[in-house]
């Protein structure tokens, strides 16, 4: 039986409202875009970051207004919105931060302001924010990673709306033997605090050895240790070898995958667990203006609804972008994931298996060299052994970004 995609009736004065906040809102990121032509007639060069001393400072602002029939993405109690999101963005760097071979230090924040048309209780700033250095030293190469996340959109373990913080660190330390040959040791920590939710924080620390076979192709093997601290539930423990190998042909192909398996035990008397883990992904550019990505994996993680239940999914993603006429590009992209939950408890049952599909297609169109708005819609859908997590949504928006 065939569906209409309608907005519902009792959204109708959202929408109204909808149309005069977008208006505005594409007002006021237009009008920075003529200041901005002002300004290059004068001598500027287009796409030139500020400089303050030893340091570049770049900063753009994006916007999009949205209709979303199932915010909450809920099975039995879907609720329609249009959310708007206005999202300033200032980048602070020096030395190699574009490139990021040699010295370099670099910080980024995006907040996210988040305003919804009729559920104003949901009204958000996210925050999004990044501190990344690098020492180069002679044969050694050492790094320093800092992220912090505060984000409060629906998720799909949850099959609501929460909000969360996530804080991620990352030491590395690279020493070049030779040429060819390397050796890497990484240190990780990330912090997950779930509102009203199940808790974790994990430490992992990795080993590898690279050698670069040839020009193009780089590999490496690997492994890994990790400590799962679950509030409140079983902490675990996990083992990884892994392989790894990089292709990279100029701009036509890049290819990068690593894959192996993983040994899983819990305090909670369940039995041990290996499960295979790996991540695919490869961009490939067969004609200038045409490019096409393809990303597949399968990791375990951690139920946050579901206490003393882990998840492993396996799944991939793809996609196509067409450039045509130079300031025009159609998008395509869709991706599935089945998730498989798992007891880490002994005498604990865990049934629920998730099949998870998505697809969106969009348009952008470059206005000005530094100024692009674009169109799209999207659907999802998440099939659930357990009713209460299955929905599905679509959503179909506009967007503004633009660079100063």
């Not at 300004?39 to 030893?54: I, L, N, T």
């Not at 969106?360 to 206005?367: A, E, L, M």
């Amino acid at each position: 039986m065939s569906r209409q995609f309608s907005f519902p009736g009792t959204h109708r004065t959202a929408l109204s409202r909808a149309c005069s906040i977008t208006t505005a809102l594409l007002g006021g990121l237009l009008l920075p875009a003529y200041s901005q032509e002002a300004r290059q007639e004068k001598g500027d060069v287009p796409g030139s970051p500020a400089r303050y001393g030893p340091f570049d400072v770049l900063y753009g602002i994006r916007g999009s207004v949205v209709y979303d029939d199932n915010i909450y993405i809920s099975h039995t109690n879907k609720k329609a919105d249009v959310i708007f999101n206005i999202a300033p963005n200032i980048t602070v760097g020096a030395g190699d931060y574009r490139e990021g071979e040699a010295n370099l230090v670099k910080l980024s924040y995006t907040p996210t302001v988040i305003l919804f048309a009729d559920q104003s209780k949901n009204n958000a700033i996210d925050h999004d924010a990044l501190l990344k250095g690098q020492w180069r030293p002679g044969s050694w190469k050492f790094g320093l990673q800092q992220e912090y996340q505060n984000y409060s959109g629906a998720v799909v373990d949850v099959g609501n709306r929460v909000n969360r913080q996530i804080y991620t660190t990352v030491l590395s330390s690279v020493y070049e033997v030779s040429p060819r040959t390397s050796f890497e040791l990484d240190g990780r920590q990330s912090i997950n605090n779930y509102q009203r939710l199940t808790d974790f924080n994990e430490w992992a620390v990795s080993a590898w050895m690279d050698y670069e076979l040839t020009p193009l192709l780089k590999t490496g093997l690997g492994i890994t240790g990790g400590f799962v601290d679950v509030q409140p539930g079983v902490n675990q423990t996990y083992q990884q070898i892994l392989a790894r190998a990089t292709y990279s042909l100029t701009e036509l192909l890049d290819l990068r995958a690593s894959a192996g398996g993983e040994l899983r035990e819990f305090q909670g008397g369940q039995k041990n667990r290996v499960n295979p883990v790996f991540t695919i992904g490869g961009t490939y550019r067969p004609l200038e203006n045409t490019t096409l990505t393809l990303d597949a994996y399968r990791r375990s993680q951690t139920s946050v609804v579901l206490r003393d239940q882990n998840y492993t999914t396996s799944g991939f993603s793809a996609g196509v972008r067409q450039v045509f006429r130079e300031n025009y590009a159609l998008n395509l992209s869709g991706g599935y994931e089945n998730s498989d939950y798992t007891s880490n408890v002994k005498g604990t049952v865990a049934n629920r298996t998730d099949d998870y599909f998505i697809a969106q297609i969009g348009v952008d169109w470059n206005v000005l060299e530094k100024l692009t708005v674009g169109a799209f819609y999207q659907f999802r859908n998440n099939h659930s052994t357990d009713s209460n997590h299955s929905f599905d949504n679509h959503q179909v928006g506009l967007n503004v970004s633009y660079r100063f």
